[in-house]
């Protein structure tokens, strides 16, 4: 089954087709600077073992339409090309970040699911628009195909409620839908999946720690979420690139009331100009990295605050799962940066976690274990894979009716 993965954001389009149900991706991709100055393609093929990379810079790529027609023209060209013709894609699985309460599984997308899609874009306004966006483009480009959905917020649809409820009047739980849904759930399942297989216990009690742009922990169980750091939106919990994380909501109503701020220009200020950005200038731990090597107080500082709040959830989240088997770190810092590793595992030993520091520093892009030999608590560091855990979901759910 050729199944087609797609996560679009406002300008940008990332793709990954699979034939499942081998794991290879034929080819994987990403499109950026949509409906902007210099727009650019970036494009793998995968084949015999050997990965060719074909890059283009379109004179212009006015909207996700023209993206995905021109990731067509690659996935259909006659010396490179991996399909003979759009027909040979017999699905579309699509990255949807919010699903509500109304999706708690992966779902063929109709009329009723897009509509629903659509009611929930003042729940995620930075993400459920460019995925909706993504669907209709994917219906134009491949009429033929399946399209399904496999919702961020799925995973956690199994959060107790005593973790999912805020302490307002119900109400606005009831009317509004005001209460923790939790994102990054494809990417916590993957990686607690993977982590229970490896250490051979369905059952192992795991903290997963997706650390990319957007970051976010999960306490998970048994193959359960139960509970996790982002909630209503995807601000809440842990510092990240460009968002504060957990804030005393007092802050928002001083910025509106005494400082000046629109609800629009607060709203940005939290998602956009804040976390790591906002206390060191650079939001790329990479160059955050870079300026610390430097002797740059500022980012030592926050990499001390980023690492102390994953910290404070591993303390939190041993208490949520009443004692830890693993942690498991992940995604594009998680998997890549040692001394937040390092940092965020400092001063949680009574925990019994303690990490091997040379195998901290090795890089393989493989599962691998760092904690020491002898610790009761592994520490894991696993690749996620969003696309294939997306493309799988959507075999999973489809491959009967073939
Ligand atoms: N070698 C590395 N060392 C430290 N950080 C890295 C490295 N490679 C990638 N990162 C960081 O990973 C983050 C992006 O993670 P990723 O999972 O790709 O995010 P997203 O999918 O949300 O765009 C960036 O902050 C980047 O600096
Ligand atoms: C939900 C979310 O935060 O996603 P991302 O990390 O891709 O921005
Ligand atoms: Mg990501």
């Given at each position: 089954m050729n199944i087609f993965v797609i996560n679009s954001g406002s300008s940008s389009l990332k793709y990954q087709l699979f034939r499942l149900p081998a794991e290879q991706p034929l080819c994987s991709g990403l499109v950026e600077?949509?409906?902007?100055?210099?727009?650019?393609?970036?494009?793998?093929?995968?084949?015999?073992?050997?990965?060719?990379?074909?890059?283009?810079?379109?004179?212009?790529?006015?909207?996700?339409?023209?993206?995905?027609?021109?990731?067509?023209?690659?996935?259909?060209?006659?010396?490179?090309?991996?399909?003979?013709?759009?027909?040979?894609?017999?699905?579309?699985?699509?990255?949807?970040?919010?699903?509500?309460?109304?999706?708690?599984?992966?779902?063929?997308?109709?009329?009723?699911?897009?509509?629903?899609?659509?009611?929930?874009?003042?729940?995620?306004?930075?993400h459920n628009p460019a995925n909706y966006l993504g669907i209709e483009v994917a219906e134009q480009v491949f009429p033929q195909a399946k399209q399904v959905a496999v919702f961020d917020t799925a995973f956690h649809q199994t959060l107790p409620e005593q973790a999912y409820r805020y302490a307002l009047p119900e109400a606005l739980y009831r009317q509004h839908g005001i209460r923790v849904y939790g994102f990054h759930g494809t990417s916590h399942k993957y990686v607690a999946a993977q982590a229970a297989a490896y250490l051979g216990n369905p059952d192992a009690r795991l903290v997963t720690i997706h650390l990319g742009n957007g970051c976010s922990m999960a306490a998970v169980r048994g193959g359960r979420s139960l509970d996790t750091t982002m909630g209503?939106?995807?601000?809440?919990?842990?510092?990240?690139?460009?968002?504060?994380?957990?804030?005393?909501?007092?802050?928002?109503?001083?910025?509106?009331?005494?400082?000046?701020?629109?609800?629009?220009?607060?709203s940005n200020l939290l998602n956009k100009q804040s976390g790591m950005l906002g206390l060191t200038g650079y939001s790329d731990m990479r160059d955050i990295g870079r300026a610390l090597d430097e002797g740059d107080?500022?980012?030592?500082?926050?990499?001390?605050?980023?690492?102390?709040?994953?910290k404070k959830y591993i303390g939190a989240y041993a208490a949520v799962l009443g004692g830890l088997?693993?942690?498991?770190?992940?995604?594009?810092?998680?998997?890549?940066?040692?001394?937040?590793?390092?940092?965020?595992?400092?001063?949680?030993?009574?925990?019994?976690?303690?990490?091997?520091?040379e195998q901290n520093q090795l890089r393989n892009g493989q599962l691998r274990e760092i904690n020491a030999a002898d610790a009761a608590v592994k520490v894991l560091v696993v690749p996620t894979n969003e696309e294939l855990e997306i493309a799988q979901q959507c075999y999973q759910l489809l491959a009967d009716s073939y």
């Open positions: 600077r949509i409906g902007l100055a210099e727009p650019r393609i970036t494009h793998k093929v995968f084949a015999g073992g050997e990965e060719q990379v074909i890059r283009q810079s379109p004179t212009q790529l006015p909207d996700h339409r023209a993206g995905l027609q021109a990731v067509l023209q690659l996935l259909t060209d006659a010396t490179l090309g991996v399909i003979a013709n759009p027909a040979d894609i017999e699905v579309v699985g699509h990255r949807v970040v919010h699903g509500g309460e109304t999706f708690a599984a992966t779902t063929v997308i109709n009329p009723a699911v897009k509509a629903e899609i659509k009611r929930l874009f003042s729940l995620a306004p930075l209503f939106g995807p601000l809440a919990g842990l510092v990240m690139g460009t968002r504060s994380g957990d804030l005393d909501p007092s802050i928002l109503f001083h910025l509106i009331e005494h400082l000046g701020y629109s609800p629009p220009e607060a107080e500022r980012a030592r500082l926050a990499y001390e605050l980023y690492a102390y709040r994953i088997d693993a942690l498991v770190f992940t995604a594009g810092v998680g998997e890549n940066d040692p001394l937040t590793r390092r940092l965020a595992c400092q001063g949680v030993e009574f925990l019994g976690v303690r990490l091997d520091e």
